[in-house]
């Protein structure tokens, strides 16, 4: 008895001893959050603010946030302008800024096409967001990078670029694609081998187009979609293709984006594509299904059901009477504006969505109370 009596307190110590030490390994909350242009020098103040107080508020224990993308309009001809704006965006996220209990630089970002349009917005956009690791492909330092957190690694890529080429003119002319292929693969590659347990991937555009940006994303179809696709297309299609297998081959837990103005989230080859695409910018649309046939106008960049049925056709997208017109049978999504939050512990990210409902008839402004969109889990891998 006596013997037993010490097994049992032997065994409590033991308990305690090893699991504090497993869940402090990996035990932490970050959030993710993109798009916020808007109408107020170049952001959307009054959603972007509802939403990081209620972060906050309702979930003061995130450490950091992703933002991939999209701050601000940005502006073609005025780099002063971008400047202006970025600077407002900064002062608007202030309260996440000067939370005690984030750690530094509390916001991780990256350039999205609304911030890539003049020969000046790269350096101005490295000079406002200097906290960063310069640990990214030669041409992208500053922009691209990469770092581990408590044995969960994040990479930030970049899919829109002044230009690819030497030259300064015609610039934007090559967007859409990730130029450093091996750069990610062997970025990847390390991290596993340093022991992270998950791999999350951030970068502005859509590898599955959701709505509103069928034309682009980094399959990047254009406009007047004939089959069978041309070589341009065919190229953007395998980069994208070679993009997804190096996510796939490496475990990432999940690919987080925006630039598409919608929440969504599908698994593709087992890589989930979190779109978390509005904090503020104007709401699209789903991709249009059979259901919506008779709807003519889907916004300024988004086409009808007969209109996108060749692009369904070259993506390979599920389509037809019954199906969402996506990429994965697991697609769910919302038209909201919203904030990611992603809760990693020993064996399963758990995500919480918390966002809330347009105004009817407006497609940015608040009409609904913050509250809980969706909740689902992911298996770790590594
Ligand atoms: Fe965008």
Redesign the pocket.
């Given at each position: 008895m006596k013997n037993k009596f010490f097994l049992f307190i032997f065994l409590i110590v033991i308990m305690f001893a090893i699991k504090p030490c497993n869940i402090k390994a990996q035990n932490f909350k970050f959030a993710a959050m993109s798009?916020s242009r808007g109408d107020y020098e170049g952001v959307n103040q009054p959603v972007l603010s509802a939403l990081i107080n209620h972060l906050l508020k309702k979930n003061s224990d995130t450490k950091f946030i992703v933002f991939p993308?999209?701050l601000v309009s940005g502006n073609k001809y005025s780099a002063d302008t971008t400047e202006k704006q970025l600077n407002y965006w900064q002062k608007t996220m202030a309260p996440i800024y000067n939370d005690s209990n984030m750690v530094w630089p509390k916001i991780w970002v990256s350039v999205?096409?609304?911030e890539i349009q003049n020969s000046k917005d790269e350096g101005l956009f490295k000079e406002e967001f200097q906290n960063v690791f310069m640990n990214g492909p030669e041409d992208e330092k500053g922009l691209t990078y990469s770092f581990d957190y408590d044995k969960v690694h994040f990479v930030f890529i970049t899919t829109n670029r002044w230009n690819y080429s030497e030259s300064d003119e015609g610039g934007n002319n090559d967007w859409h694609y990730v130029k450093h292929l091996d750069w990610l693969n062997n970025d990847l590659q390390s991290a596993i081998q340093r022991g992270n347990k998950y791999l999350f991937v951030m970068g502005?555009?859509t590898a599955f187009p959701i709505g509103g940006h069928l034309k682009d994303g980094l399959p990047n179809l254009g406009n007047h979609l004939t089959l069978p696709i041309d070589s341009t297309r065919k190229w953007y299609l395998i980069q994208r293709d070679m993009f997804w297998k190096i996510l796939s081959e490496n475990k990432v837990t999940a690919y987080i984006c925006?630039?598409e103005h919608l929440y969504a989230r599908e698994s593709i080859n087992g890589v989930y594509q979190i779109t978390s695409g509005s904090c503020g910018a104007p709401l699209y649309y789903f991709n249009p299904t059979s259901n919506d046939v008779k709807k003519k106008s889907f916004g300024w960049s988004e086409f009808n059901y007969q209109e996108a049925i060749p692009y369904y056709k070259a993506l390979n997208y599920f389509y037809g009477p019954g199906e969402d017109s996506q990429a994965s049978k697991d697609f769910f999504g919302k038209r909201a504006f919203v904030y990611v939050t992603l809760n990693v512990t020993p064996d399963f990210v758990y995500i919480n969505t918390y966002g809330c409902y347009p105004k009817a008839n407006s497609d940015r402004i608040m009409g609904s109370k913050i509250q809980l969109l969706d909740t689902f889990k992911i298996k770790r891998k590594l």
């Open positions: 798009d993308g999209d999205g096409n609304h502005h555009e925006g630039h």
